[in-house]
């Protein structure tokens, strides 16, 4: 069974860079079709899409974050990254790691790591 | 960009009553891109349906999904005491993925 791990700062002082890595076990990254997933909820709020990378590296963001996120991979490491710039007060949140498919059989975000706390404050 | 609106905000039942949630989207795409997370406090959410009406592995089968064009639903048959929770609908056709604003069910 496939898990995640999200790992990180938890405080990121404003306009900095949020940095945080998702590291997969009990199986690879590079098994299978999947979008490595990163999402974000603030406190007492709903969950917001942050965007993905293809197995093969190829890319998708939320415009509304697009200029300012980029989401790698390592397949070697069995890990996935994001990387948030300029940060404010606003992207304080719990972020959370998720494997996402799109088939019949693989659909939706499943498993999801435990979720990691974000403070942007100076 | 696909909006998804839950209704409503806040469900209260008792245990054993049915629940019926509803989510419906700012524009029509196929069920087979529609996935249902529950989430409880505290806790990453998990995924119950995808696929529209897919169970997730491990998902009892009092929770069901149906719905298709942009209203879509989910039921849970008989409510028990572990299903308190927030409930999301989430679509995963088309980029941005979006995810509705939640809905609470609560124990009346």
């Known amino acids: 069974q496939v898990q995640l791990q999200e790992s990180g700062p938890g405080l990121v002082r404003p306009s900095q860079t949020l940095s945080l890595t998702c590291t997969v076990s009990?199986?690879?990254?590079?098994?299978?079709?999947?979008?490595w997933t990163w999402i974000r909820q603030p406190a007492g709020k709903g969950l917001e899409w942050i965007g993905h990378?293809?197995?093969?590296?190829?890319?998708n963001y939320n415009p509304s974050l697009k200029s300012r996120v980029t989401i790698s991979i390592d397949t070697s490491r069995d890990q996935f990254f994001l990387s948030l710039n300029s940060v404010t007060a606003a992207d304080t949140a719990v972020y959370y790691c998720?494997?996402?498919?799109?088939?019949?059989?693989?659909?939706?975000?499943?498993?999801w790591g435990q979720g990691t706390p974000v403070t942007v404050s100076s | 960009e696909i909006v998804l609106t839950q209704s409503p905000g806040t469900l209260s039942l008792s245990p054993g009553e049915r629940a019926t949630l509803s989510c419906r989207a700012s524009?029509?795409?196929?069920?087979?891109?529609l996935a249902w997370y529950q989430q409880k406090s505290g806790q990453a959410p998990r995924l119950l349906i995808y696929?529209?009406?897919t169970r997730a592995t491990g998902i009892p089968d009092r929770f069901s999904g149906s719905g298709s064009g942009s209203d879509f639903t989910l039921t849970i048959s008989r409510l028990e005491p572990e299903d308190f929770a927030v409930y999301y609908c989430?679509?995963?056709?088309?980029?941005?993925?979006?995810f509705g604003q939640g809905t609470k069910v609560e124990i009346k």
């Open positions: 989430q679509q995963y056709g088309t980029s941005p993925w979006t």
């Open positions: 998720a494997r996402g498919g799109i088939t019949l059989l693989d659909g939706g975000l499943d498993p």
């Open positions: 990378v293809y197995t093969s590296g190829s890319t």
């Open positions: 696929g529209g009406s």
């Open positions: 524009q029509t795409f196929s069920s087979r891109y």
């Open positions: 009990s199986g690879s990254i590079s098994s299978g079709s999947y979008y």
